[in-house]
């Protein structure tokens, strides 16, 4: 069986995720600050399946962090075959207001620790003809205003999963999910208004669901595929009609 590790997992679609993986993998649950709802879901999978599931704490601010985290992981069951870069932090950064802060935060957790996670890893994902998933977004191609950071951080990801795709074949595949709208941010507030403008923009005329990402994720997870270096947009078409 495989192992897999997915970043910031305790909640929301890394959960989701988490849990669909979990139909065939050990899974590593990555948290930072949601220590109590990660060991819920370990206790949830492990019920399932005696040790099938662990959680690692990190913050993922520094590249030792992620060095650690991938020795804690890769130490669990013997190495990590499924790596996927989910954990990020989003808020707006209008320009006037953007502080080395949030140019820390938005391009460290979009884009650092998801470049040094899979350095870490990729001997280990080698070894075992793994793979890499990385979470990135629609707004990666075209801006939201007001995120210039956020978006930045994004386009940098997109150009990560095809610069390691090229880089890590032919033993490692890396491939990246761009969702569009689905769970609303709980850090940002987004009015009524904006979310029926948002949704008038969606051909699909609907959100999307945690199901829709995770299944895209095992998709794009399971071997053998012939799938490299790919951007898989989750977004009822919205892309189409920003
Ligand atoms: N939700 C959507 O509709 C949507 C749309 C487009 C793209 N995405 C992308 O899909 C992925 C999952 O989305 P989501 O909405 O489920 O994510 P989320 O809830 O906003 O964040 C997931 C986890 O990331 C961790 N995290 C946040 N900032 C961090 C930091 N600075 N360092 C380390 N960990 C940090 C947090 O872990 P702790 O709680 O343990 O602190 C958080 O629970 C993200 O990459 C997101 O950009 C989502």
């Known amino acids: 069986m495989r192992n897999a590790l997915i970043t910031g997992a305790a909640a929301r679609l890394g959960r989701a995720i988490a849990r669909d ?5 050990r899974i590593v649950v990555h948290y ?4 109590q709802a990660a060991r819920e879901l370990v206790d949830e999978l492990n019920a399932i399946r005696p040790d099938s599931a662990a ?21 669990l069951w013997g190495g990590i ?3 996927v870069n989910n954990a990020s932090a989003f808020y707006p950064t209008p320009i006037g207001e953007a502080d080395e802060k949030a140019w820390d935060e938005l391009l460290g957790s979009n884009l650092k620790t ?6 870490a890893l990729a001997p280990s994902l080698a070894e075992g003809g793994g793979c890499i998933v990385n979470m990135a977004d629609i707004h990666a191609e075209r801006p939201m205003p007001g995120h210039t950071l956020y978006c930045a951080a994004k386009a940098g990801l997109v150009m990560l999963t095809k610069s390691l795709a090229l880089e890590l074949a032919p033993t490692v595949r890396v491939n990246a999910v ?7 941010p709980e850090q940002e507030e ?12 969606i051909p699909l005329a609907r959100t999307g669901t945690e199901a829709d990402i995770a299944r895209t994720v095992r998709f794009l997870a399971a071997d053998p595929s012939y799938i490299n270096g790919q951007v898989i947009a989750v977004d009822g078409g919205r892309n189409l009609n920003i």
């Open 81 to 83: 075959q499924v790596l």
């Open 114 to 119: 998801p470049f040094f996670l899979s350095q």
């Open 55 to 75: 959680a690692l704490q990190s913050d993922l601010g520094a590249v030792a962090d992620c060095e650690r985290l991938a020795r804690e992981a890769t130490g």
């Open 21 to 25: 993986l979990h139909r065939d993998h």
């Open 190 to 201: 987004v009015d009524p208004d904006t979310q029926r403008d948002i949704l008038a923009r």
């Open 178 to 184: 761009a969702p569009g709208a689905i769970l609303w």
């Open 32 to 35: 930072r600050h949601s220590g």
